[in-house]
């Protein structure tokens, strides 16, 4: 520990200590000052620092809205928190699309959540069929009073299987158990069930008087939900005539460009390189609004992606469909979302943004959140197939240049107005920015 960079017992400095030693030790005094620029009144600040550890500093985030989004009928202003420009421009425009055409249909295929309890067992897999169903009576009326509250509010354990894995190894099981848990994400609700059903399961292989001597070797190795959720699933759509489906001012008419979307959509199908990114679009929608809503966007990603591979191979999640004259667009994603508990209430702006979206349940918030991802995708596919994306990404890009240079507003008009149509590098607009000074 002779390194004055190495520290034991960091997370036990206060904030201002923790300040002052990345100031000695990594940071010059300037740069250091930035740590407290973004704090806020105190017990504010308390709230944001509780929410992890070894806190330093807030780091904000551009929080936006797009609004006009129609979604079965009703009209909402999406929050929307990320730091690329033109995600919420593309969002709001592809909302604004649709607007006129019936704005986007979705509804909840499923909202069942599962989670895992692993284990070894010396018994034989046969014997499963005969042992479960007391086992799950004993199981569930030992964890009768930690389910309570939510059987209440209409979710709780749904149903539990009993695998064998013996591709990992003879002895190995798993109980999969699936719960509704209403408008909660309801990862600790599942994970202390989880828990509790490990500890229940071990108690039962010592005394069950079901099992025999041979099968009272039982160990638990995990007890974990999982983010893998196929059964928590919305589709988003937007369909119209294909008539419609007109671009203003991209030389591409109607029905070529239906034409052009839907081979853009098939070629995101087919081809992983491209349905990564097609995918990627799709999530910088559905992510902002997750962030925005204080849910958890981890979860969200790794449940969308492992979605997207289910048949082996990776695809995109929207598909296209034309028929002799009607466009027919549809997301279809894993989404397990909470409008209760977490940051939802916690963290003021995600409760903020709950509320611009008018306390939905959380079915609701995945209609909204799975619109959201198909405009995305259809605002990232229309500007692909007709103009090419570097047009309207070019107009931020400038802006965030300019910004960089801590440009007046006369020299982002006279800059707005000399690249308009040139490439716009960081050299070329900091050669011209010094040219005006
Ligand atoms: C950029 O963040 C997202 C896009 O690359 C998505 C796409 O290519 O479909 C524009």
């Keep these: ?34 740590l407290s620029q973004f704090d806020v009144d105190g017990a504010l600040q308390e709230v944001l620092d509780n929410f992890s550890e070894n806190t330093v500093a807030n780091f904000p985030m551009p929080f936006g809205v797009a609004p006009n989004f129609i979604v079965n009928g009703k009209t ?19 909302a604004k699309y649709w607007m006129p055409r019936g704005g986007f249909g979705a509804e909840v295929l499923s909202a069942e959540k599962l989670g895992q309890v692993h284990f070894r067992w010396s018994g034989s897999p046969e014997r ?36 064998h894995l013996p591709e990992i190894a003879p002895d190995c099981y798993q109980l999969l158990v699936s719960f509704g848990t209403a408008d909660s994400m309801g990862a600790n609700f599942i994970n202390t069930v989880l828990e509790a059903y490990g500890q229940e399961l071990r108690r039962w292989a010592t005394d ?32 119209c005539p294909i008539e ?20 853009a959509v098939d070629i995101a199908r087919q081809d992983t390189y491209r349905a990564v990114t097609h995918n990627k679009g799709i ?3 559905v992510d902002a609004v997750v962030l925005a809503t204080g849910n958890d966007f981890r979860a969200i990603e790794a449940a969308a992606h492992a979605f997207a591979a289910q048949d082996g191979t990776y695809r995109s999640l929207s598909r296209c469909r034309l028929t002799s004259d009607t466009f027919h667009f549809e997301l279809t994603l894993p989404l397990a ?10 963290h003021p702006l995600a409760n903020l943004s709950l509320q611009l979206l008018g306390q939905p349940s959380a079915e609701e918030l995945m209609c909204v959140m799975a619109a959201a991802g198909l405009a995305q995708n259809f605002a990232a596919l229309r500007s692909l197939v007709t103009t090419g994306i570097q047009k309207g990404h070019m107009k931020m890009h400038l802006q965030n240049i300019l910004s960089s240079f801590n440009a007046t507003t006369e020299e982002r008009t006279q800059a707005e107005c000399h690249f ?3 490439t716009v590098s960081h050299h070329a607009v900091r050669a011209f920015v010094e040219s005006m000074r």
Aim: hydrophobic share 40%; with cysteine; glycine share 8%.
């Design 420 to 422: 308009n149509g040139k």
């Design 128 to 163: 499963r069929a005969a042992l479960l169903p007391s086992l799950c009576t004993r199981v569930r009326a030992q964890t009768a009073h930690l389910t309570e509250r939510m059987d209440a509010r209409g979710g709780g354990v749904r149903n539990i299987v009993w695998k």
């Design 337 to 346: 979302l909470g409008t209760v508990g977490g940051l939802t209430k916690l």
């Design 283 to 285: 999530m910088n929608g």
């Design 208 to 239: 069950s008087p079901e099992l025999t001597d041979d099968e009272r070797d039982l160990e638990v190795i995990m007890a974990i939900l999982s983010n893998h959720t196929p059964n928590c699933v919305v589709r988003a759509w937007v369909s």
């Design 1 to 34: 520990m002779n390194d004055p960079k190495r520290i034991n017992g960091f997370s036990r400095l206060d904030k201002a200590s923790r300040r002052n030693w990345l100031r000695e030790q990594f940071l010059d005094t300037e740069a250091a000052t930035v």
């Design 76 to 94: 909402y202003a999406v929050p929307m928190v990320i730091e690329e420009s033109s995600v919420v421009a593309a969002a709001s425009a592809a």
């Design 244 to 263: 419609q489906m007109n671009v203003p001012g991209s030389g591409v008419d109607a029905a070529d460009f239906a034409r052009r979307f839907k081979l």
